[in-house]
């Protein structure tokens, strides 16, 4: 009965040393997975810190961008109008000592078509008030007189300053009389 209760015993000592076992087994596990977890955790925090620090880059090098392409924005334009500054002063150069008038009118004259066209060719429209109802999205009303006419009533008599469009976009209202 002794060797019974011995061996009881053993068994029961290797039931707990078993239990022991295991338990230890699975605090290593929950050991393991929890560094995981930070493991996780610190991979995740550092994917985040590298993804933040790559918009951040993205972000000032379009704000760089943004920057140089304002301050060149007008270049397109003013190279194409060098060449009417060129005639500019070669006729303010001939006029100096030209005697015959139609010859400085017709100077000009071909200096400002020059000039309109190239302003025509990079979108700009001329608006055409003279004659049309008023419109306040379009005109400027700085004057209201009497209409000549019946049919002149809430016109555009005159246009003091030209309206402009670029790109079918009013960039300059047009100033104008109109008829009451």
Known sequence: MAEETSNKDLEQENEMQQEETNTEEV???NESAEMSDADKIAELNDRFLRLYAEFDNYRKRTNKEKIDLISSAGEGILKDLLPVMDDFERAIANNETAEDLVSVKEGFHLIFNKFRHILESKGLKKMEAKGESFDSELHEAIANVPAPTEDLKGKVIDDVEKGYY??????RYAKVVVGQ
């Open 27 to 29: 605090n290593a596990t």
């Open 166 to 171: 670029l790109n079918e976009k009013v960039i």
